[in-house]
């Protein structure tokens, strides 16, 4: 199961889908958070998401990752990147406490759920988290091609 290709970064399209991380986020250093996007999604012909359209699934998801890089990493309107990781559970403001939770969720989707646009490329990639059973290639056999079976003489009751 292999696409052909790899999708091509378009700062321009990034940028209309996601203004509100684009205004801060200069093409070049987005240009980096795409090729990270890369190590959580193969963008080459075996990736497990065949279609690799400029515009298609693969692009898509690979977007999100990139706005969820961007979102974790990068300084978004002046406020610089959060050191917590997880969702913020508990707060409060005498003496300042703030406790974080990565939730109950499996293996790597608490790291997806930090942000909406993680969590909605774990949703995106569900189908393709399931296993793949390929059969090998089977070939009919007639009757003759069996040896006969024959029973002993004196093999007693059957």
Known sequence: ???????????????AQYPQLAASVP???ALGFWAQAGLYLDNTGCSP?????????????????????????????????????????SASEG????QTDVGDLPGSAQWFA???????AWQAMAPYRTALYIAPPQ?????????PFILPVNAGPY
């Open 114 to 120: 930090q942000t909406p646009y993680g969590f909605a």
């Open 27 to 29: 093409p070049a250093q």
């Open 49 to 89: 998401i065949v279609d690799a359209t400029p515009y298609g699934k693969r692009a898509i998801i690979l977007y999100m990752i990139t706005s969820h890089i961007a979102a974790l990493f990068a300084t978004i309107n002046g406020n610089a990147p959060s050191p917590l990781v997880g969702r913020i559970n």
């Open 1 to 15: 199961m292999s696409g052909t290709g790899t999708v091509a970064f378009d700062y321009a399209f990034w940028q």
């Open 95 to 98: 003496s300042v406490s703030v």
């Open 139 to 147: 070939q009919p056999l007639g009757w003759l091609s069996y040896p």
